[in-house]
């Protein structure tokens, strides 16, 4: 989400931007390069979705 924030990427353009950097490889924590996709856009967006519901939210950041 930090690496979507800081160039103001959609969920389908980070996806598409993972696959074809090795930088956001390396950020995200992996140890060899993939050309797959790790998840389905649609993936994130129910992430979102969860994470930043209020008792999910206030937990992390009281």
Request: aromatic residues 24%; proline residues 8%; glycine residues 4%.
């Amino acid at each position: 989400m930090y690496l979507q924030y800081l160039h103001g990427l959609s969920d389908e353009a980070l996806i598409d931007r993972w696959v074809e950097s090795l930088y956001f490889h390396f950020f995200t924590g992996g140890t060899f390069f993939q050309h797959r996709p790790p998840v389905h856009p649609s993936s994130l967006r129910r992430w979102h979705d969860y994470f930043f519901t209020e008792p999910h939210f206030k937990k992390l950041f009281p």
